[in-house]
């Protein structure tokens, strides 16, 4: 597989793709905090939780990312991530996929606004974490 750079990178939530909001996007692991913990979790290391961590731009237009997150919260949604760039729906080694189903909630902290900038092209952002109903799958073509 390729190294992955820092500028490629596309996201579609829902089927529609909102590369154009987002300015960090992040899938990251940890333990689960859970109240019951079976034997064949343990066995493992202990349950795991995924979570699709984003920065986006604030818009509140009805097509953007950010309104999208404002009337969807509490739904659940298909998430895909091309770290390499979106070759067509085709995964391949040069263009792994990885996806799986988010759900979608409210940002703790702040939602809306920010500080002043004397900057006309900048922009407040908000970040998003919304964890992933189970382990997200990796396509790299091969499978």
Partial sequence: MPDL???KLVLYVDSIDFTDSVSDVRITAGDKDSDFMSFAEALAGGARQYQLLMT???????ASLWSYAWVEAG????????PNG????????????ISGTVTVV??????????????TTA??????SWTFTA???LDDGTS
Wanted: net charge negative; aromatic share 12%.
């Fill in 5 to 7: 750079g820092s500028r």
């Fill in 56 to 62: 986006l731009k604030q818009n509140t237009d009805a």
């Fill in 75 to 82: 739904t659940d949604v298909a998430v895909e991530v091309w």
């Fill in 86 to 97: 979106y070759n067509s729906g085709v995964q391949s080694t040069t263009y792994p996929q």
């Fill in 106 to 119: 409210e940002p703790d902290g702040d939602f809306i606004g920010g500080a002043a900038n004397k900057s």
């Fill in 123 to 128: 922009r407040f952002t908000t970040q998003f």
């Fill in 135 to 137: 382990k997200p799958t």
